[in-house]
């Protein structure tokens, strides 16, 4: 064989898988059509599309119901948010009227405490009439020290009242 003939027979057999590769790829393509064309056709029954209708009623229906349950569970929750919101209100007002009633027993308590208190403060040696650390006040018309034998006249040391 000459290399003529051998180029020849090469290009021929190049020429005829080449051929072949394209038939092979129009039976590829031909069998997609063919698949795409049979589920086409199972579509058009009807049959399966009044299983199709049907089942997109069922869904339907559900999607209704699920959101009808949705609203009225926001609802129920809102009402309970109210009702604890207002639970909350009157356990501040009475915590606020329990405050106001344990004011007004202190400054009952007070007023009764401060009248014995200033009925003491009278007969006490402290003028001044209220707490004093250390020697009470000396009074503006007692004698000074200086005055009377003996020394002070302020009396001994008081921590509290008089």
């Given amino acids: 064989m000459t290399p003529e003939e051998f180029e020849r027979l090469k290009e021929a057999e190049k020429a005829h898988l080449r051929k072949l590769k394209a038939l092979k790829q129009q039976h590829r393509e031909a ?3 063919k ?9 058009v029954r009807p049959d399966l599309d009044d299983v199709h209708d049907e089942m997109v009623d069922k869904l339907t229906m559900k999607n209704i119901e699920s959101e009808a349950r949705f609203e009225v569970a926001l609802e129920n929750a809102d009402l309970a948010d109210d009702a604890l919101e207002k639970a909350a209100r009157e ?6 009227l329990r405050k106001a009633e344990a004011e007004a ?3 009952q308590m007070k007023m009764e405490a401060g009248g014995e208190a200033s ?3 009278k ?3 402290n003028p001044a009439g209220g707490k004093t650390i250390g020697r009470a006040a000396e009074p503006e018309d007692a004698p000074s020290e200086g005055d009377q034998p003996g020394g002070s006249t302020r009396g001994p ?3 509290g009242r008089g």
Avoid: H, M, N
Avoid at 35 to 43: H, S
């Fill in 105 to 107: 027993i202190v400054r």
């Fill in 91 to 96: 356990e501040a007002e009475l915590e606020e």
């Fill in 119 to 121: 009925s003491a403060d």
């Fill in 157 to 159: 040391k008081t921590i």
């Fill in 123 to 125: 007969q006490s040696d």
């Fill in 35 to 43: 698949g795409i064309f049979d589920a086409l056709k199972g579509i």
């Fill in 31 to 33: 069998q997609q059509k």
